[in-house]
């Protein structure tokens, strides 16, 4: 099993940013395709970037070129690191490990952090 705990969020005005961290504890860190993913108020829990244990990185398109992720194996830690935000980024964002699977689908992942708060004011 791998234990994940997110921090870095907060609140934020239009146009900053934030990064977001991952502390990963538990089994090999390296061995786990690593993924942020939302949840906004009243709608379901959305993919926004995932990156796999070799370093290979994916996002939705509302983020491209806005949101990076990246990852420290030797730290055992994942980041994400979210410029020009923009209101209808307000989600909490969690944490998510896996094994295997479809990098995208959110079924895939078997473990979870508790969550950020991230909230963009107008």
């Known amino acids: 099993q791998v234990q994940l705990v997110e921090s870095g969020g907060g609140l934020v005005q239009a146009g900053g940013s934030l990064r977001l961290s991952c502390a990963a504890s538990g089994r090999t860190f390296s061995d786990y395709n690593m993924a942020w993913i939302r949840q906004a108020p009243g709608k379901e829990r959305d993919y926004v970037a995932a990156i796999t244990w070799n370093g290979n990185t994916y996002y939705t398109d509302s983020v491209k070129g806005r949101f990076t992720i990246s990852r420290d194996n030797a730290k055992n830690a994942v980041y994400l690191q979210m410029n020009s935000l923009k209101p209808e980024d307000t989600a909490v964002y969690y944490c998510?490990?896996?094994?295997?699977?479809?990098?995208?689908?959110?079924?895939?992942?078997?473990?979870w952090g508790q969550g950020t708060q991230v909230t963009v004011s107008s």
């Open positions: 998510a490990a896996s094994t295997g699977g479809l990098i995208t689908r959110l079924r895939d992942y078997a473990y």
